[in-house]
């Protein structure tokens, strides 16, 4: 394999795995406004639970 066509090779990959570009992004999430309810939406806010005693929370 020539150096010509392993810079080819090299190039070909890199093409391939490279992340496709989202410029559109934004609109796409500007597209829903107002934003969609979820169907179990019933409004309600869920209520703070807190650790029981001697219980900690850690990444």
């Known amino acids: ?7 080819l090779l090299l ?3 890199q093409t391939a795995i490279a992340p ?3 410029d ?3 609109v ?3 597209g829903f ?3 969609p ?3 179990n939406d019933n409004g309600a806010s869920w209520p703070l639970v807190p650790f029981p ?3 900690y929370a850690a990444c």
């Open 1 to 7: 394999m020539s150096e010509v066509e392993y810079d």
């Open 11 to 13: 190039e070909a990959v």
């Open 20 to 22: 496709a570009p989202e």
């Open 24 to 26: 559109n992004f934004v």
């Open 28 to 30: 796409q999430i500007q």
């Open 33 to 35: 406004y107002p934003w």
């Open 37 to 39: 309810r979820a169907a």
């Open 53 to 55: 005693e001697g219980w």
